[in-house]
């Protein structure tokens, strides 16, 4: 839970920590010491209640009368709150100190061990005791005092506790916020975007970091240039090695299958067996099949019409030939015209995408719908080709296919995503106009 916890709460925790043993050991020491402070802060009354008490014996046992003595004495004393004389027939326990709680909270006052600091000492004339001179204290100043000392122990604590807290806050705070920067700017590297650059803020340490980077994302920017500059020449060059290999494939096979489809013909016209199983009907019949198969193999190497018909032409076609590959699937497009007026590689782009597309909703997908929209919005076009399909595991690989179609799209800047939404599987990718024409 404590690595849960975020920087600023856990300096605030040792700042609620301190208050808090701040506030028990005031507690504790005031149950301990206490009792000691009330009876020394008496101390010097009760003193002097004795020495007048010793004074007065000795002077009643010299007194030739010690009665009028003792009565002016006792008249002369009165009834005073703290020293008090009292009469040996008045039959009374022993005096209680007095004590004002108002002002003072009952759990403080209950927190103190107050002791009974009243005294009785006794008055004697000859052998006989006739009375007593009371110490009866009054602890309310001493009370009242340390309920003060207390608050201003806590308040002072408190505050002291608080303005670190603050002073704890704003710096972590100064030092988190180029901390959250530096991570901000973090993750937009991770996402590719290494132009945005990271403010130099906070302490030399956390400047440091945000300078080295920068540095990073300068080296990772020119790493990505290099890279898609090279996909992009590797693409190229793919499509330059596959239009090759078209060409010859056409030029050579192209007479010899015409040549062998041509004899097939004129062989079944000579023979007079009508059983479609004749050698002659089915060498006809396989070398229609060869053609068939050429055709296949040359449009998957080149689209041999892309330029000629367009870009928009060119997927209705690979979607007619989807649906008579497959007639349970329908198939819907709908192609944006502007996509016939992008250059050689976007276009080758775009088509190879969704070819791939395509291809996989036939092999793999079992599926009943197969739609393509192909668009261009904000400067960039975007390809979403979608089924409804069995879908893909959690934890599918990527292919020589889709491998492929994301090269192409990283090539010119893009992004291809596969996912599944609402039932279907998803093919979309995103490619930016200016990524086409960077070169």
Known sequence: ????????????????????????????????FSPDQFENESEDAAGLVRTVTK?????????ENPEPTLEAFA???????????????????????????????????SLLRIPNLSTAHPIVVGEK????????????????????????????????????????????????????????????????????????????????????????????????????SMLRKLVSLQDDEREEIAKELHDELGPLLF??????????????????EAPSNQLLEAAGAVQQASRRILEGLSPLYLEELGLEKSIETLLQNAHAALPSVATSAEVDPRLDSLDHLMSQTIYR??????????????ATTLSVVAAMRDSAVTIEVSDDGIGFSDNVLLGRGLTGMSDRSRALDGKLD????????????WLPLAGARAD
């Open 1 to 32: 839970m404590w690595k849960r916890l975020p920087l600023r709460f856990r300096l605030f925790l040792p700042t609620i920590g301190l208050l808090a043993a701040t506030l028990l050991f005031g507690i504790f020491a005031l149950e301990i």
């Open 55 to 63: 004074g007065l014996n000795e002077a009643l046992a010299v007194a």
């Open 75 to 109: 008249a002369g004393i009165g009834s005073g709150d703290a020293i008090r004389y009292r009469k040996a027939d008045v039959s009374v326990s022993r005096p209680k100190i007095r004590l004002s709680t108002d002002g003072v909270p009952g759990w403080f006052v």
């Open 129 to 228: 005791h006739v009375g007593d001179i009371l110490f009866v204290p009054d602890l309310t100043p001493d009370l009242n005092e340390k309920w003060l000392g207390f608050l201003a122990i806590v308040l002072s604590g408190s505050a002291l506790l608080v303005l670190a807290a603050v002073s704890a806050y704003l710096t972590t705070t100064l030092a988190l916020r180029p901390l959250e920067q530096l991570g901000a700017g973090l993750a937009r590297m991770q996402q590719g975007d290494y132009d945005s650059t990271i403010p130099l803020l906070g302490p030399p340490e956390i400047r440091k970091s945000c300078e080295e980077a920068n540095q990073l994302a300068r080296k990772l920017k020119r790493l990505a240039q290099d890279n898609r």
């Open 259 to 276: 040549a062998i489809r041509a004899n097939a013909i004129a062989l079944s016209g000579y023979s007079t067996d009508p059983d479609p």
């Open 353 to 366: 995408v969704i070819q791939e597309a395509i291809t996989n909703v036939i092999k793999h997908a079992q």
């Open 418 to 429: 596969l996912l599944r939404e609402d039932g279907r599987t998803v093919v979309r990718c």
